[in-house]
């Protein structure tokens, strides 16, 4: 998904707006996937 794309997906706030509302989903996505990353680290490394 582009940038373009994603401004159609919230056309009703300005420019700035989209970005910042863009970058915080981004930054929850990284925080999740990193936290998935770790479980799966810890369950190995206990298993072994």
Request: aromatic share 10%.
């Amino acid at each position: 998904m582009n940038e373009k794309e994603m401004y159609k997906f919230i056309p009703l706030l300005p420019q700035d707006g989209i970005k910042l509302r863009w970058y915080e989903i981004l930054t929850l996505k990284v925080k999740v996937s990193i936290k998935k990353l770790l479980n799966l680290w810890k369950t190995k490394h206990t298993q072994q």
